[in-house]
């Protein structure tokens, strides 16, 4: 039998921290989900799996309600740990969990029902106050380390977890916070790999294992290769670096995501228009707008866009209709003008050009 235990859901509907049966588990997640969805909100927490005798089998993230991805815990389940790589050795148990879940879900949760029209978030949700956010953004260093980092200090400060080893190893951990904050994370990383880690202090670590190029450290502590890939997906990094990390670590780690992911940065369109099964993160979304706009498929594009609630997307399908329309309508103008008036026709050429630069920069905007 398993069990799923679920910590930092905020809803109240979800017990956090509660031992559940995993059928009881995939019927709390399928209502939560849909009563979020009809609320037109959402929110996640992260869960772990567990067979009887406590043991660890999967721990991931689920997203309930308009941002959500999978109708109900075991579909996600299923999912991720199908598209997992396991060595022959593990393979059998990586099946017999499979064979597991299928026999506790209830019949009525396996059906997988599609919204109609999902909304992703543009923004990270952070829990940090107004002042935190001043203080992250205001530091040297940037991307999504920031947060990260910032909330597991605030986390140690406010939950006094490290209290016990006295004055002077509260000052050494604080100082590798800040350390980390400016771009030295070694020193943080190694007082974490020591010690016995809180969910907090292992997304954390995740984090600065990639920002340090360690991604199989990463892997090797959250075993999810798909959330590991989108990660490395957000980092800030140039094209060109990003792209080879992604490549490299698709070939060991292959995921509908990573292939995504690379089409997106080499400009794939006709690939990165025609994927269908990946977890649509904003940035994902957006890149399918661009890959539409680009093919000129203007009702895809604006379908698409309709499934964010990023207003920059919606603002690119609209002024790349607009843009489209100006230089329909001078085409138009210059087959009306005469061969010979060569100064007007060069004039309208000229607009013609000008606003084919601006659909470029509409199109590589990103």
């Not at 999978?70 to 996600?76: A, E, F, I, S």
């Not at 923004?123 to 991307?143: D, E, K, P, V």
């Not at 292992?202 to 199989?216: H, M």
Request: glycine fraction near 4%; include cysteine.
């Amino acid at each position: 039998m398993l069990f799923v235990r679920f910590t930092d859901v905020p809803d109240t509907r979800i017990q956090n921290y509660e031992r559940l049966p995993f059928a009881e588990a995939v019927i709390a997640t399928h209502d939560l989900n849909q009563a979020l969805s009809e609320e037109g909100t959402s929110c996640s927490g992260d869960f772990r799996l567990f067979d009887q005798k406590d043991e660890l089998l999967y721990r991931g993230t689920f997203t309930f309600g308009t941002e959500g991805t999978y109708p109900n815990l075991y579909h996600q389940v299923k999912d991720r740990v199908q598209r997992i790589r396991t060595k022959k050795e593990d393979n059998a148990k990586k099946m017999w969990l499979l064979d597991e879940i299928e026999a506790e879900t209830p019949e009525d949760y396996k059906r997988y029902s599609i919204k109609s029209n999902p909304i992703v978030s543009s923004t990270y949700q952070s829990r940090l106050t107004r002042l935190q956010r001043r203080l992250i953004y205001g530091a040297a260093t940037a991307g999504i380390l920031f947060t990260s980092l910032f909330t597991a200090a605030q986390w140690f400060i406010d939950k006094e977890a490290h209290a016990e080893q006295g004055i002077g190893g509260e000052q050494t951990w604080l100082n590798a916070y800040e350390q980390a904050l400016q771009g030295e994370e070694s020193s943080l990383i190694n007082l974490l790999e020591r010690k016995d880690r809180s969910e907090e202090e292992d997304a954390l670590l995740i984090d600065l294992y990639l920002t340090e190029g360690e991604d199989q450290k990463a892997l090797e502590l959250m075993d999810d290769p798909i959330l590991i890939e989108t990660k490395l997906a957000r980092l800030d990094l140039s094209d060109k670096e990003k792209l080879e990390r992604l490549q490299e670590f698709q070939a060991s780690h292959p995921t509908d995501e990573g292939a995504f992911d690379i089409a997106t940065l080499e400009r794939d369109h006709e690939n990165v228009a025609n994927t269908k099964d990946v977890e649509w993160t904003a940035p994902r979304v957006s890149s399918k707008v661009t890959a539409y706009l680009y093919l000129g498929d203007i009702q895809s594009a604006n379908e698409w866009a309709s499934k964010t609630n990023d207003p920059d997307v919606q603002e690119q399908v609209d002024t790349y209709q607009d843009i489209t329309a100006i230089i329909n309508g001078l085409n138009e103008k210059l087959k009306k003008t005469s061969s010979k008036d060569t100064l007007a026709r060069e004039k309208i050429q000229a607009a013609i050009a000008a606003e084919e630069v601006k659909l470029q920069t509409i199109l590589y905007s990103d």
